[in-house]
């Protein structure tokens, strides 16, 4: 597993992106480890957002989508 987080507070104060990237090796699915499901990449990205309500409390918001490039595993 990798695992990205980079700040970006330099383009828009509080803002954060983020990337995940995911193996999944062969795995069995069956009792006796006769049938395998294949080996998988996974890609997930996301945005965070930071800031202040009210000057008082902090609030983050975040966005993500899981498996950007929609493989099946």
Partial sequence: NLYLD?????????LSANAGLYYL???PIDAANTWFADDALR??????????LADRVRA????GVENVAD???
Avoid: I, M, N
């Fill in 43 to 52: 890609l997930d990205l996301g945005l965070r957002y930071t800031h202040r």
């Fill in 71 to 73: 493989t099946r595993y």
């Fill in 25 to 27: 090796g062969e795995k």
């Fill in 60 to 63: 983050t918001y975040r966005l």
């Fill in 6 to 14: 980079q700040d970006l507070s330099a383009l828009v104060t509080g």
